[in-house]
């Protein structure tokens, strides 16, 4: 604008107003007192209408987007579906794709570029941008007795127990670590890949298992599920690869998973 345009709409806001917004003398012009506090509000004025123009700027780009999600089965089952319906509410022109994969595909998925963002037991390598979503505790599972105890379960009695463990390297690896770390034994008995045949079999009364309990769930009638002697968690994340910026559809997905 050139500085005639500027003083004449200036002028016309003083008038507008009906008072002085700029003193002006001979070394040029200088806010007065309630110029200053306009200037403030004006300053906010324009802040909002950024904000405004990104919102929907936002929203065009949302028009026929798509998000790609990959997760492990349980996150997939658990977390994942009720987030999904949330997102689809708000946004239903977003093409929304879910892909099921152990840690390692997930990580697989994002660095390829099969998946824009990923569920992920934490930490992960620093490949990935993460933010912890929720934390999931490791259970013991035995069949359910007729009079079951109300005692907290102890490495004693673990110890004379055999165990169906997790074929899965993340998860089994957590828990050998964690009786080792406490100097206890661990009888194994039988390795399986699916956690819900590890269920069944704890029913059957083949013997006990330790699972995360979403991945335990759901828990039938017949079995008991008890907390361990000394807890153990795993934090479940939500990742993005940190060298790529998150398409509005992504951003958008982030703010609705991350509200709990």
Known sequence: ?????????????????????????????K??????????????????RESIEYEVNLEKSLYNGRLRIASFRSAATHLLPSKIAQFQRAYPRVEV????????????????????????????????????????????????AQNPSIQPITWHELSTRSFILLNYAECTTAVREHWSRWQQPLNVAYN????????????????????????AMPIPDTVESRSLPVPLER?????????????PAVTRFLEVIKDD
């Open 1 to 29: 604008m050139s500085q005639s345009a500027v003083s004449r709409a200036i002028a016309s806001l003083e008038n507008e107003l009906a008072v002085a917004l700029l003193i002006r003398g001979r070394l040029g012009a």
């Open 192 to 215: 399986v890949k699916e956690d819900s045949t590890i269920v069944s079999m704890v029913a059957q009364g083949l013997g006990a298992a330790i699972l995360p309990r979403l991945a």
């Open 97 to 144: 794709s879910l892909d099921e994969f152990d840690p390692a595909g997930v990580e697989h998925a994002l660095r390829s570029g099969e998946a824009d963002l990923g569920l992920l037991p934490l930490p992960r390598s620093e490949d990935f941008t993460t933010w912890e979503i929720i934390r999931d505790e490791y259970v013991v599972l035995l069949p359910k």
């Open 235 to 247: 934090v479940i994340g939500v990742a993005i690869l940190a060298n790529v910026a998150p398409s």
């Open 31 to 48: 806010l007065t007192p309630v110029g200053e506090r306009v200037v403030k509000h004006a300053n906010k004025i324009l802040d909002l």
